[in-house]
Every structure is written in structure tokens, then in C-alpha cells.
């Protein structure tokens, strides 16, 4: 399983980005995807996450901003930022759950500047 993150970049507070990443291997629409950052000097948290029922969880800290989403048809799940914060600056990075294992993709960075 590969999965490549991007849409990454430098955007100013209230603005807004779109992350993506496609995954490639033995994935499908069964398998749950999710989002998770690390900022500098902090540990990675998770952002949102999406089942394999299409159910969707955030964190409270971008619950109202962020929307997770899918295309099964391109084993592709999204991540929409708005009304991005400074505190959102962060390495954004994927995940998929395959047969119990977690497999991560490569880190894209987002910067919200003030």
C-alpha cells in the first residue's frame, strides 16, 4: 500500500486549502482513511477520519472547518480546510487501516500565516 499526500502550501488565516491523497495496493473503499498533523515541537494528533461506511470524525479543534471525504473510484480521500488558523500549521499527513495494519503517507506541509 502507497499513499501520496498533497495540496499542501502557504495560505493566509480564513483562507483555505485542499489536501489529497490517493493510495495505491491493496486498498479499497473498505478500508478506513484518516488525517492526522504534527506541528513543530508537538506530537502527531489526529484530524479527521473516515470509515468504511462513509462515517466521519474530527478533531474538536477543526470540527465546523474541515470536511474528510472520499472517491472510492480513486481510492482518493480528501481533507478541506477552511478558515484556516495559524495553530493549523502543521505536516499533514494520511493514513489507511489494511488488515490491522496502518500504512502513512509522506507528510505534505501546510502554513496558515497571520
Known amino acids: 500500500v502507497q499513499l501520496q499526500a498533497c495540496g499542501g502550501g502557504l495560505v493566509q488565516a480564513v483562507g483555505s486549502l485542499r489536501l489529497s491523497c490517493a493510495a495505491s495496493?491493496?486498498?479499497?473503499?473498505?478500508?478506513?482513511m484518516g488525517w492526522y498533523r504534527q506541528a513543530p515541537g508537538k506530537q502527531r494528533e489526529g484530524v479527521a477520519g473516515?470509515?468504511?461506511?462513509?462515517?466521519?470524525n474530527y478533531a474538536d479543534s477543526v470540527k465546523g472547518r474541515f470536511t474528510i471525504s472520499r472517491d472510492n473510484a480513486k481510492n482518493t480521500v480528501y481533507l478541506q480546510m477552511n478558515s484556516l488558523k495559524p495553530e493549523d500549521t502543521a505536516v499533514y499527513y494520511c493514513?489507511?487501516?489494511?488488515?490491522?495494519?496502518?500504512?502513512w503517507g509522506k507528510g505534505t506541509l501546510v502554513t496558515v500565516s497571520s
Open positions: 493514513n489507511a487501516l489494511v488488515d490491522a495494519k496502518i500504512y
Open positions: 495496493g491493496i486498498i479499497n473503499s473498505r478500508n478506513a
Open positions: 473516515i470509515t468504511t461506511g462513509g462515517s466521519t
